[in-house]
């Protein structure tokens, strides 16, 4: 039966390479006799309306990084949607990274026709109702998130550009502390009170951050379970510690772990501000509102090809 396949791209991700990328993607599995309609997204919004409209396919293909792989998640209409394939081309690609997705296109091409399917545990933001599949983070690195994003939407420079650089995104990050007031977060873990005085919060479904950074290594996206990070120490060095642990776990696989951070399971995770100040919150490397937030994992929620 001739295999039915949508595209959707992201032709700006990395830099214009998205673009190029779909095209000869979408040229490579119609030779190999399928039926291919690519869609390319213009704004916000675009993927996700793209990605609701799947009746038919056999499988949805994004060509982009995270954040569109994350717009189209949250466009597909269910458990029972079509698998997703993806074509990685944006600046970490923390979900081909943690599927060893291959770099040519004839490789990608044969995964996408014949690759096998698998069960990935499908996070949600109860309150939002926003969908993940890698992380959903309340502090610094949120914080982080929202000053970049904002970043990004002022007239483009060459100092912008060069900020795609994942090195040097993680030290202009760093360069964000100065001033940064430490939140106060409430951690309820599936219905138990962990603490009113986290300061960083990461809720994992996969170990990988992206850069160099593994902050939870024991994440898995298969076993029905987050890994929650809570940092409970409050000082501004405490952050540089934490991304020196992360670092150290990235290149050295070991799981250098300080005693005023402590790791959970759960599949449950509801965080609220301890006080009055509003504390920022992202989701898949893109801004997720403020607190209140509640994760909750889907096991098996949505289907992936993988090699």
Not at 211 to 216: A, D, E, I, R
Request: aromatic share 8%; with cysteine.
């Amino acid at each position: 039966m001739r295999q039915r396949i949508k595209v959707i791209a992201n032709p700006f991700s990395g830099g214009g390479r998205a673009g190029r990328l779909a095209r000869q993607v979408t040229e490579a599995l119609r030779e190999r006799g399928c039926h291919v309609e690519l869609e390319e997204t213009r704004q916000a919004g675009d993927g996700r309306r793209s990605a609701a409209r799947v009746d038919g396919f056999s499988a949805i293909v994004c060509v982009g990084g995270d954040g569109t792989v994350n717009e189209v998640v949250n466009g597909l209409p269910g458990p029972d949607a079509p698998p997703l394939g993806m074509v990685p081309s944006g600046t970490a690609n923390v979900l081909a990274k943690e599927l060893r997705l291959p770099r040519s296109v004839g490789e990608l091409v044969r995964l996408l026709t014949d690759g096998r399917e698998v069960r990935w545990d499908l996070g949600i933001d109860r309150v939002t109702g926003r969908k993940f599949l890698l992380f959903g983070t309340a502090g610094y690195d949120a914080h982080v998130v929202h000053l970049f994003h904002e970043a990004r939407r002022k007239p483009v420079r060459m100092w912008q550009y060069a900020l795609w650089n994942m090195w040097l995104y993680v030290l202009w990050g760093l360069k964000s502390i100065i001033g940064y007031r430490i939140p106060r977060i409430t951690v309820d873990l599936d219905g138990r009170h962990v603490t009113s005085e986290a300061a960083w919060v990461q809720v994992s479904n996969v170990p990988t951050y992206g850069g160099p950074l593994v902050f939870t290594p024991r994440a898995r996206p298969d076993d029905g379970t987050f890994e929650v990070m809570v940092q409970h120490a409050r000082r501004r060095r405490d952050i540089l510690r934490m991304f020196w642990a992360a670092i150290l776990n990235y290149f050295f696989r070991m799981e250098y772990r300080m005693p005023d951070v402590t790791f959970h399971r759960a599949r449950r995770v509801k965080l609220l501000p301890t006080d009055e100040h509003a504390v920022p919150v992202q989701v898949d490397g893109d801004p997720g509102g403020h607190l209140p937030a509640e994760f909750e994992i889907v096991p098996g929620g949505i289907r992936v090809l993988a090699p």
